[in-house]
T-cell receptor, first 112, second 115 residues
Framework: GEDVEQSLFLSVREGDSSVINCTYTDSSSTYLYWYKQEPGAGLQLLTYIFSNMDMKQDQRLTVLLNKKDKHLSLRIADTQTGDSAIYFCAEIPSNNDYKLSFGAGTTVTVRA | DAMVIQNPRYQVTQFGKPVTLSCSQTLNHNVMYWYQQKSSQAPKLLFHYYDKDFNNEADTPDNFQSRRPNTSFCFLDIRSPGLGDAAMYLC??????????????FGQGTRLTVV
């Protein structure tokens, strides 16, 4: 995961917004993804963004992409206890067509 | 309905005893992947099948093998599990074509314990 970096922990109060940040190194990445992993479970795709987009919104989720800074963020509005999980940022680097490269994951803890 | 199914969810095996994990998919995706995930770490790609073509990652130990008898099924074989192989094993699928790639869908994982 050295090509994709994330902060490891985030604590947020229930009802507040969460913002999870990610930086990547490959400026030619075509797709960037956010996955959610709950304890003991597999990875659930939350959303993804094409590299020619700046923003994508899907209900409570907003993805922002800053290609110049190679920065990707995921904003979760009105964070709920069910949002407590590990969130992985992933990219498909340009040196391969389809294999995901993951960050180390951000553990989000929602407190009452 | 589950689209990528892994069995079993939990597997306990003895040190050195061969073990097989299975994965099936109902998506008819042409690519199937096996990832190893250790505690508090990112998933690490072990290998993948692009149709029938097997692609091994350079740093995947020889102890790990895979079989894909048909489009729907893929198996991970660990020939001689060591204590360091205890991990969550994740199967994923995606459809890859000349016009682009769909997102990867993951199974629920198999948690392997080596005793």
């Amino acid at each position: 995961g050295e090509d994709v970096e994330q902060s490891l922990f985030l604590s947020v109060r229930e009802g507040d917004s969460s913002v999870i940040n990610c930086t990547y190194t490959d400026s030619s990445s075509t797709y960037l993804y956010w996955y959610k992993q709950e304890p003991g479970a597999g990875l659930q795709l939350l959303t993804y963004i094409f590299s020619n987009m700046d923003m994508k919104q899907d209900q409570r989720l907003t993805v922002l992409l800053n290609k110049k800074d190679k920065h990707l963020s995921l904003r979760i509005a009105d964070t709920q206890t069910g949002d407590s999980a590990i969130y992985f940022c992933a990219e498909i680097p340009s040196n391969n067509d389809y294999k995901l490269s993951f960050g180390a994951g951000t553990t989000v803890t929602v407190r009452a | 309905d589950a689209m990528v199914i892994q069995n079993p969810r939990y597997q306990v095996t003895q040190f050195g005893k061969p073990v097989t994990l299975s994965c099936s998919q109902t998506l008819n995706h042409n690519v199937m992947y096996w990832y190893q995930q250790k505690s508090s770490q990112a998933p690490k790609l072990l290998f993948h099948y692009y149709d029938k073509d097997f692609n091994n990652e350079a740093d995947t130990p020889d102890n790990f093998q895979s079989r894909r008898p048909n489009t729907s099924f893929c198996f991970l074989d660990i020939r001689s599990p060591g204590l360091g192989d205890a991990a969550m094993y994740l199967c994923a699928t995606s459809r890859v074509s000349g016009t682009g790639n769909t997102e990867a869908f993951f199974g629920q994982g198999t948690r392997l314990t080596v005793v």
